[in-house]
């Protein structure tokens, strides 16, 4: 899925339906009405759904999730969706472009730079046109493709990581602030994920 180091998706959803039925059954047993005195029993629910979401949530939807709260699941699982098909397409570690996004936009794919980059993997314009990507800079598919394509020919050309600086620097690098950042997000996605 993300990579090989990631749970199966089958053991993923296995742990899922596990926390779901001893959900249920806490819930049926009238404990959890019990457990937050004078709270209702919606926010009991809400008490609990809140403290199972990260169990419940694929974990780079949790670090979507903590960068960005308002993201909707729609925009979750698009952002999800292509960041698993271009950083394979691309031949790039997915938790690498995940932490790229989060350094980069903090999740938001409405961002734009006061220097004019735009979007969740934060492109200049002028970087897209001669891709030739379907859709606008704007939509989320293709500014997660335009952001791979960039950093995957960075890496190619640089290496790691004077390709990762040059995401941001371009070709005058000036120092390692950037990197040094990126990579600390890449470690904790992966902790996130090996958790």
């Not at 699982?77 to 394979?88: E, H, P, T, V």
């Not at 000036?174 to 600390?184: D, H, Q, S, T």
Request: proline share 4%.
């Amino acid at each position: 899925m993300h990579s090989s180091s990631s749970p199966s998706l089958a053991q993923t959803q296995r742990n899922r339906i596990l926390v779901l039925i001893s959900l249920s059954l806490f819930l049926m047993s009238g404990t959890a009405l019990r457990s937050v005195e004078g709270a209702s029993s919606q926010e009991t629910v809400v008490a609990v759904e809140e403290v199972l979401a990260p169990v419940l949530m694929d974990p780079f939807e949790v670090s979507l999730v903590r960068a960005n709260p308002s993201l909707g699941s729609e925009e979750r699982g698009r952002i999800l969706n292509a960041i698993d098909r271009y950083s394979d397409q691309y031949e790039l570690d997915a938790d690498l472009v995940m932490a790229v996004m989060l350094v980069e936009s903090g999740a938001r794919p409405w961002a734009h730079s006061p220097k004019g980059a735009v979007g969740l993997m934060q492109v200049m314009p002028h970087m897209m046109r001669p891709m030739d990507l379907a859709g606008n800079l704007a939509t989320i598919e293709s500014n997660i493709e335009a952001g791979c394509f960039i950093l995957s020919n960075n890496i190619r050309r640089l290496g790691l990581e004077r390709g990762i600086s040059a995401y941001f620097w371009g070709s005058r690098i000036r120092g390692v602030a950037y990197l040094n950042k990126v990579l600390e997000v890449r470690d904790q996605v992966r902790e996130q994920r090996a958790s």
